[in-house]
């Protein structure tokens, strides 16, 4: 059998999906890049996409702790994330896009009866307002924030409250990621892991993944909801 066909197999069984948000439901990392260098240019400092490159799929909190501390900016990192966030929430309102095959993915998702819910490193606010835009609010069970566990990916805490929310065990839930923290954050959990990389994290390591795609239409539920082989 090959590799592939290997990893297809793997991701079998699926009795509930747990959604990263950036990157995999929206195609925010552009706009987060923009919104740090909207931000940043205020303290008279440029932040670059490879700046960024690190950051793909922490928790906004972490981010801030890091570069307040690296610039050595006389504010809390608190109130870095509240700044950072009133620029980019501005940017969501003008510009936000679903990814392909999202809203056909959730509507068949739906129809299957598949519970889903979101998890992701995204402050609450942001989640809440991001689900508001696309209109999607009615497809998920429970909305997971980084900012509600002690520990960011690629810890696996948001990924285990998901479970626990949803009451399914990790071993039967599918993680749709876009990162290399977040796959790392999937498989910490115990939970079955497919990569769908953005245009931003193209460039990352997903041999951890179960499986890797191209896009969110290439995600057939039939065959991922079917009972794992006893062979």
């Known amino acids: 059998m090959s590799q592939l066909s290997d990893r297809k197999t793997a991701v079998k069984g699926v009795q509930a999906i747990v959604f990263d ?4 439901l929206i195609d925010s990392e552009p706009l987060h890049l923009l919104a740090y260098q909207k931000f940043l240019s205020d ?15 922490m928790k906004d909190l ?3 702790k890091h570069l307040v501390e690296r610039h050595k900016l006389k504010i809390t990192a608190l109130e870095f994330v509240k700044r950072k966030e009133s ?10 896009e679903v990814q392909p095959g999202v809203l056909q993915t959730l509507e068949n998702a739906h129809k299957l009866s598949i ?3 979101i998890a992701s490193s995204a402050t609450m606010p942001t989640i809440e307002l991001v689900v508001e835009l696309t209109e999607t609010r009615k497809y998920f069970k429970h ?27 990790p071993s039967e ?17 115990g939970m079955m892991c497919i990569a769908i990389p953005c245009q931003a994290t193209r460039h990352q390591d997903f041999a951890h993944a179960d499986l890797v795609l191209a896009s ?8 991922l909801i079917a009972p794992k082989s006893m062979a």
């Open 62 to 64: 972490d981010c801030a």
């Open 115 to 117: 519970p889903m819910v």
């Open 143 to 169: 909305l997971c924030s980084g900012d509600e566990v002690s520990n960011g990916k690629p810890a696996p805490d948001v990924f285990l409250l998901a479970s626990e929310r949803l009451r399914v065990k």
């Open 216 to 223: 969110m239409e290439e995600v057939k539920l039939e065959e």
């Open 87 to 96: 620029v980019l929430h501005k940017l969501f309102s003008d510009e936000l």
């Open 173 to 189: 839930c599918l993680v749709i990621e876009d990162t290399f923290n977040g796959v790392c954050a999937a498989k910490a959990a």
């Open 21 to 24: 948000m950036d990157g995999v």
């Open 43 to 57: 303290f008279g400092l440029t932040f670059l996409e490879q700046d960024n490159h690190n950051f793909l799929g």
